[in-house]
Each structure stands twice: as C-alpha cells, then as structure tokens.
C-alpha cells in the first residue's frame, strides 16, 4: 500500500457507491473486527482466486490491518509460514514485483494464521473460534464480530462445516455483528441434490447470510449490463422480439481441462459452465426492469424469467468431446462427458417469444473469449442490400479485452456508393486508459463484507436454474445423448454451427473485430 493511509474513500476506485441501493444492508468496516476465515485453504481455489483477492482488496484499503484478520483452515497439517509460502507465488504476478509491492505481500502476509482441523468434527472448530476470539479480544472490537467463512471446499463437505460453523464459530456480538457463509459451485448436481443442499444448509443459516457466489456477476461487463440495457434509450425500444432474431451467450477456452479431469467428468461442461455462468448472464440480457436497484428486486426479476424457460428439447442440443480428454488418466475411458455444448433456450414470455437463446461453451477450443452477440432482424424494405454486408449486432465482450461494440453497415468511405459492415467501438483499453478493472472475486467478495446481496445466487433462482437443466443433464448421464468428438485447436463440432444457422443466426464472412491497440 503505496500511502500508509487508510481512505474509506477508496472505495471509489471500485465503483461510484452512491450508485448501489444496499437496501437494508450494513456494510461499514468502520467498527468493529472482521475476520475472514478461509476453508479449504491448501487448495487450488483459495491459493488461486481467494487469497489473491483479498491480497489485492488489502492493496486497496478495503481491508485495514487495524479491523481486519485472515485464517487458513484445512486438514492438512501446516505451519503459518507454509500456508504463507504456498499462497506468496500469487500474490504478484512477478513481473509487478516491485519492492513496494514486496512491502504490501509481506504487510499482508502478517494478518494471515493458519488452524489445521477435519471438517467433521467440534475440536477444529473450536480451536478456530478460539484463535477468531482471542483476535477480536485484542482488537478491542467493543463486541462487535463480523466472520465471514469462504467455503473453498468441495460441496459434498459443505453440510458438515456449515454444521460445524454454526456449533463453534459463530459471533458472538450482541448487536452490529454478523456471520455470512460464502459457497462456491458446483452447488449440487442436479435439482434434487442441490435442493438437498439447499435445506442442510437453510436449517443452519438464514437466506441472508448466505452468499452463493458465481464469479461471472462479479465480472466488469456483467455488471454493465443492467445500467446497458435500463440507462439507455437507444436500447429500450429494440430489447425484444420486434427486432432481436437470436441472443448468443459463448464461451470458449482454447485449453483442455488440464490436470482437472477427475473433477470435471463428474460434471461436465454444462454444469460447469453453462447451469450457472452463462445462464447468469442470460438472466440479465433477459430480465424485466427491475422496480429498484435493491438486490431482491433485481433477484425476483432473475427468477421470474428463469421461470419462463421451456423445456430444452434434445434436438436444441449439441454435445462434444475433444480428442484427448480421456487421456487423462483420471477420466474413464468410456466417458462420454461434454466438454463442449451448444444448448438453445427458448423463453416463453411476452418479450422474447420465438427468440433463441443459444448457450455455448467449449473447452480446448481455437480461441479463448466470452461474448454476449445479440443479433438483430435485418431491415425491411432494404434498399441498400445491406443484408449481404451482414445484420446488426450488439456485442459485448467479457474477455479477453473487454469492449462493447455495435456492428452497423456504413457507407464505405470513398467515390463510390457501396455499403459495408463496421462498428461502433466501446473498447475498455482505448478508452480507460489506466483503469485497473478489478477481478471479479474482489468485488464479490467486498459485496460479501458490506452485506450486499445483489450479485449472488438467492436460493429460488438456483432452484429455478436446476429445473431447467436437470431432465437434460440425466439424459446425458443415461447415456441417451452422446457427446460427438471434436479436434482440440477447432471450432467444435461442426453440427452445433449448423444447429446455430438452423436457429436462424447469420454469421457474417469476412467481418472481423481486432482490439484496438494503443
Ligand atoms: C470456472 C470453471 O467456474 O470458470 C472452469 O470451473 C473455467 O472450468 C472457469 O475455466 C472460467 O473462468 P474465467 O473467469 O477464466 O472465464
């Protein structure tokens, strides 16, 4: 921390709070402790996402060393230092390493303890409650205790520890305080193990103190998409099934599952992707305006249109496996696991009727990025022929290089009079020069510490979101629809393009968008 000082103004480099309607939410870190305890610890999420997080929200200010401290807890048995020395590699990517960022890595590594327990049983859990005690004693927090408990942990553990949370750990403040609980997907498999889920977790803690996160809400482009779509004009009239053929939610990774198989063919790209991620997104290209800003408006408007969504039939489905996945020696060598999908929801309600919603993702595939790519009707009566120069679009592209661009047909520049397809640019790079976009765990996880509920998962829309994949899901897991291989490097299989066509998107030959370069 280049200052020393700790503004609460610096809040303001994340986002213009007076923005956000909290709602009844209390947020200040202004009394009191706050404890962050991280379960699961030792693992890939913590070590990757969590603790570079709250690394660089403590580079921000957001975390000051007087109110706030950090435990580790998992099973295995680990010094401080070795839980430090695990984690210090990704805190700073090595080229950033200056010696005042060292100062901040060692500054920060400080507020970190480590408490080693099982997840099953009381006697980790009160060794922790007593280190969170003794620390808030010392803080001389006037009774108030915030705990937040980040489940980096896989689900099957989660009824357990939240029972243990609620034995051992919970505050023990008399006013002021809180214990919110932050829970990772996969939540479940399908409807009824996620339910499951649900009611385990909802007999211990209440709808408000749970946080189910999803990284894609906490993403920069994401959360533009309500003010896009309700703090401008230019959008209201055109945002429905007069002028909108086809809405395309992708994403595509050109790496493979790497070292993660075993994980993953247990789930597959549909669950791991799909379910949550990009029908996130969906919800909120399709939603009715919400009354308020305040998040249960926003959720109930999220529920309601997951709720609209017609049952996915299979001829809406393309299934891939990329040459190689069962390779790995984790996966089975009959596993018939997607680790691509292109699924077209169709949302029966009075905006969107007839319009396709095609979900798309894909692991080792031949480029890395995520998109939303609304496309519009082409114009009536055209006099310009414009349609062979391509329809409008509005793009927006999560990442990489995030940017917002319309593709229009202009005059091409010059004597002639000759139409062609170009853009309006909205590109991140040209025009926030400077701005660091924070990563999306940051802001989620700073939404978690003021009590802001707005960009998690409330517990009806993950219901709602299980209804719509699971009859799909356990047909896949039958074995009645099969995933059809696909070369790593390519586009996936070649049906989902034509299943895209089919659905009435018109690509456009020869357009392509390139970043602008500084
Ligand atoms: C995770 C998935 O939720 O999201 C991974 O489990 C995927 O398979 C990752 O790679 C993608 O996240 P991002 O932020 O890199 O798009």
Known sequence: MASGVWHMEKRSSIRNDSFVDRGDSEGSLECGSLSIIVLGASGDLAKKKTFPALFNLYRQGFLPPSEVHIFG?????????????????????????????????????????????????????????GDITKYECEQNSQGVSRRLFYLALPPSVYPSVCRMISLCCMDKSKNGGWTRIVVEK???????????????????????????????????????????????????????????????????????????????????????????????????????????????????????????????????????????????PTVPNTSNTPTFATVILR?????????????????????????????????????????????????????????????????QPGLEMSTVQSELDLSYRQRYQGVVIPEAYERLI???????????????????AWEIFTPLLHRIDDGQLKSIPYKPGTRGPTEADTLLENAGYIQTHGYIWIPPTL
């Open 186 to 328: 996969p939540f479940g498999r399908d409807l009824e193990s996620a339910e499951q889920l649900s009611s385990q977790i909802g007999e211990l803690f209440d709808e408000s103190q749970i946080y189910r996160i999803d990284h894609y809400l906490g993403k920069e482009l994401v959360q533009n998409l309500l003010v896009m779509r309700f703090a401008n004009r230019f959008f209201l009239p055109l945002w429905n099934r007069d002028n909108i053929a086809n809405v395309q939610i992708v994403f595509r990774e050109d790496f493979g599952t790497e070292g993660r198989g075993g994980y993953f063919d247990q789930y597959g790209i549909i669950r791991d992707i799909i379910q949550n991620h990009l029908l996130q997104v969906l919800c909120l290209v399709a939603m009715e305006k919400p009354v308020s800003l305040k998040p249960e408006h926003i959720r109930d408007e999220k529920v309601k249109v997951l709720q609209a969504v017609d049952r996915i039939k299979d001829e809406d489905v393309v299934l891939g496996q990329y040459e190689g996945y069962r390779d790995d």
């Open 446 to 464: 700073l939404d978690t510490i003021r009590g802001d509920q707005q960009h998690f998962v409330r517990r009806d829309e993950l219901k709602a």
């Open 347 to 411: 949302i029966h309600n009075e905006r969107w009727e007839g319009v396709p919603f095609i979900l798309k993702a894909g692991k080792a595939l031949n480029s890395r990025k995520a998109e939303i790519r609304i496309q519009f009707k082409d114009v009536p009566g055209d006099i310009f022929k414009c349609k062979k120069q391509g329809r409008n679009e509005f793009v927006m592209r999560l990442q990489p290089s995030e940017a917002i661009y319309m593709k229009l047909t202009v005059k």
């Open 73 to 129: 807890y998992a099973r295995s048995k680990m010094t401080d230092d070795e839980l430090k020395n695990r984690i210090h590699g990704y805190l700073v990517p090595s080229k950033n390493a200056t010696p005042e960022l060292s100062d901040d890595v060692s500054a920060f590594l400080r507020l970190i303890k480590y408490v080693s327990g099982s997840y099953d049983t009381e006697e980790g859990f009160q060794l922790l409650d």
